[in-house]
């Protein structure tokens, strides 16, 4: 969900958090942030949690290809080669 959306969706993750509770925030420009959305699901759906149909998925699916496409506007890369900098250590 787009950072503009968040605090006004009472269905949003965020407004359903209790007011103690620890949240995550993963934004667009991360370079890992689709990965570790689509590792998310597929743990939620390995443990029983989920399945790949549940809405719930779906929208978390539909953010990480978000993300993904927009990963230019912020640059970001989508890539799992290593920097030069990786390659002399």
Known sequence: ?????????ENSCFRRAKSNEMVFVLIGR????????????????????NRWVDGQIQEALLCANTMRRERVTWGATWTAEPTEKQEKS
């Open 30 to 49: 991360d370079k890992v942030a689709p990965w570790a959305i689509y590792f998310w699901c597929v743990l939620r759906c390995l443990i029983g949690k």
């Open 1 to 9: 969900m787009r950072k503009l959306f968040e605090d006004t969706d």
